[in-house]
T-cell receptor
């Protein structure tokens, strides 16, 4: 079965520091991968996605992620974190095909930013 | 552009009372629609999805049900709420990527 693992439940970084959030997936075929961000009490906003092609994908808010098939990973990065980046981040993979396809989410990583 | 609405935004209900959460989508037709629940400190759990009017797939056995009476309307219901039904409920629709509504915070007391 498809699964997504986000090994870090909670991460704290200083404003201006670099950030990397880890995501590992388990999926037999070529995965479609996503990163979402959720501010407290809000819905989820798509940061970026990988379908195919260039394995380094750029997203909104200065985020990027790199797909590494050999490591089954899709880690999210940002070179310099801003206080407004404090939120919860979810990695997701599409499982299934056609109309039955759906997203499987990791359990999320909560990012705290210190000033 | 496509938008997704959920209401109410916040709801406090007693145990044993009924529930109806509504989700509507604008700007698209025949979308795949999804209901997720997010319990405190946990990830997103897919509850139901629908690929068309009247077509509902349930992902986990539970006290809740879903219906899709119209193409762009998706309703989450319960006849009798349990304490464990408390959580943050998110509706979503999907094409190549998935878009989420603002969510409903449900507290069952």
């Amino acid at each position: 079965a498809q699964s997504v693992t986000q090994p870090d439940i909670h991460i704290t970084v200083s404003e201006g520091a670099s950030l990397e959030l880890r995501c590992n997936y388990s999926y037999g075929a070529t995965p479609y991968l996503f990163w979402y961000v959720q501010s407290p009490g809000q819905g989820l906003q798509l940061l970026l996605k990988y379908f195919s092609g260039d394995t380094l994908v750029q997203g909104i808010k200065g985020f990027e992620a790199e797909f590494k098939r050999s490591q089954s990973s899709f880690n999210l990065r940002k070179p310099s974190v801003h206080w407004s980046d404090a939120a919860e981040y979810f990695c997701a993979v599409v499982s299934g095909t056609g109309t039955a396809s759906k997203l499987t989410f990791g359990t999320g990583t909560r990012l705290q930013v210190t000033l | 552009s496509q938008t997704i609405h959920q209401w109410p935004a916040t709801l406090v209900q007693p145990v044993g009372s009924p529930l109806s959460l509504e989700c509507t989508v604008e700007g698209t037709s025949n979308p795949n629609l999804y209901w997720y629940r997010q319990a405190a400190g946990r990830g997103l759990q897919l509850l139901f999805y629908s690929v068309g009017i009247g077509q509902i797939s349930s992902e986990v056995p539970q006290n809740l049900s879903a219906s899709r009476p119209q193409d762009r309307q998706f309703i989450l219901s319960s006849k009798k709420l349990l304490l464990s039904d408390s959580g943050f409920y998110l509706c979503a629709w999907r094409e190549n990527e998935q878009f989420f509504g603002p969510g409903t915070r449900l507290t069952v007391l």
